[in-house]
Each structure stands twice: as C-alpha cells, then as structure tokens.
C-alpha cells in the first residue's frame, strides 16, 4: 500500500498548492485554465479510448456499459445530487472540477495495474509514476476548482485500495489485461465528457454516466 500512500499524500499536497495559486489568478486567467483543461481531458480521453478500444475482445462492450450505466445513474440521479451537495461547499463548479480529477487519477493502466504490482510483486514503480503525474495534475486543477480537489484523494485511496486488497487476497488474475483495456475505453470516453462540459460545448451530465464503469468488471465477472 506504500505507492498508494504517496499517491494519495502527492495529491492532497498538489491540491492546497494550487489552492493557493489559484487566489493569486484573476478571472481572465482561471478562464484560460479551464479552456487549457477542457483541451487536455478531450485530447487524454480520445487517447485512451482510441488506444484501448483496438484491443478490446468485447467491442461493443463499451457501449452497452455507457448505456446501461447512463440510464442507472439517470434514475439514480446522481449527477443532480452530488452537484447540488458540492455546490454547496465549493461554488457551481466544484462537482464538474471534482469528477475531472477522479476520472483522470483513477482511469488509467498506472492506477490499474500499479496496485496489483504492488501487492503481487512489491513493485511501487507504476505507483510511483503516477503519483507524480498527480502530483502536478491536482495543483493544477486546483488553481482552477479550488480546494474541493483535495476530495480525490480519499476517492483515489478507495479504488487503489480496493484493487490492491483483490489482488493481494482474492485474485490478481481478475485485473487481466482484457479488464484493464475495457475499464480505459469506458473512462476515456467519460473523461472526454468532463472535456466537453469544461468547454460548455455539451453538459454530458458525466456522473450520471459513471455506472458505465461497472459494465466491464460485471461482465468480466460472468465470464470469469
């Protein structure tokens, strides 16, 4: 659990130095910084879906989990719920800023696999890796959300943690290269979403996508 530590520590202290930052930035500037966010969430999430998608033994998997997972969390209405519950602590963007960073620290073959090296082999590189990555990622968009950013941190602790734990008592062959590809092809197109609703070109309403996620573990579970 030693990578995810750091991973966690890198964002809460990239986090309250861009919160920092971010009271030094005048509107004109926090303006260009979602725009430059907005760019990059669109150009990252292409990447990872385009890349991971031609290696999908399912290709139409993807699909069915957005789907499915957007009419689960349309009749959850969880998109509503949490933005009205952060808006309240940290202003009308604090949901949007907060769903970007999860997505970003959480979807991605460093913080999918780097937990089940660490627990398999003790091997902390992958986690390493990412931490600094977040490190700059977090200070960054909390230049731009503020503070609320900080919130990834216990989200990421959950989701490493979680896979760590799978892997080290149940099953590290679960997180097969097939789960890892199908899991980035699902949140690259969710953090091309974010980009879209960053840019206010489309309110993709992303968190009411977020069930999607599911999709792949469910499936991966069936056919095991």
């Known amino acids: 659990m030693l990578g995810t530590i750091v991973n966690v520590g890198c964002i809460i202290v990239g986090s309250t130095v861009g919160?920092?930052?971010?009271?030094?930035?005048?509107?004109?500037?926090?303006?260009?910084?979602?725009?430059?966010?907005?760019?990059?969430?669109?150009?990252?999430?292409?990447?990872?879906?385009?890349?991971?998608?031609?290696?999908?033994?399912?290709?139409?998997?993807?699909?069915?989990?957005?789907?499915?997972?957007?009419?689960?969390?349309?009749?959850?209405?969880?998109?509503?719920?949490?933005?009205?519950?952060?808006?309240?602590?940290?202003?009308?963007?604090?949901?949007?800023?907060?769903?970007?960073?999860?997505?970003?620290?959480?979807?991605?073959t460093l913080s999918i696999v780097g937990p089940v090296l660490s627990a398999v082999e003790g091997d902390n590189t992958f986690l390493f890796t990412n931490a600094t990555l977040d490190l700059f990622s977090s200070a960054m968009l909390a230049s731009t959300f503020g503070i609320v950013i900080i919130w990834a941190a216990p989200i990421l602790l959950c989701w490493q943690g979680g896979i760590y734990l799978t892997a080290k008592f149940l099953s590290a062959e679960f997180f097969s290269e097939g789960l890892v590809n199908e899991l980035s092809t699902v949140g690259g197109v969710l953090i091309v979403c974010t980009g879209l609703s960053l840019l206010k070109l489309k309110d993709c309403k992303t968190l009411n996508l977020l069930p999607g996620l599911l999709g792949p573990v469910i499936w991966y579970l069936i056919v095991g």
């Open 19 to 108: 919160t920092i930052a971010k009271k030094a930035l005048g509107d004109k500037y926090t303006e260009v910084l979602f725009n430059a966010l907005g760019l990059a969430s669109i150009v990252l999430g292409c990447n990872a879906a385009v890349s991971h998608m031609g290696k999908s033994e399912y290709p139409v998997l993807f699909i069915m989990s957005l789907a499915i997972g957007g009419l689960v969390g349309t009749a959850l209405a969880i998109d509503g719920r949490v933005k009205r519950a952060l808006e309240k602590k940290g202003g009308s963007n604090a949901a949007q800023g907060l769903t970007t960073a999860c997505l970003l620290f959480c979807i991605g």
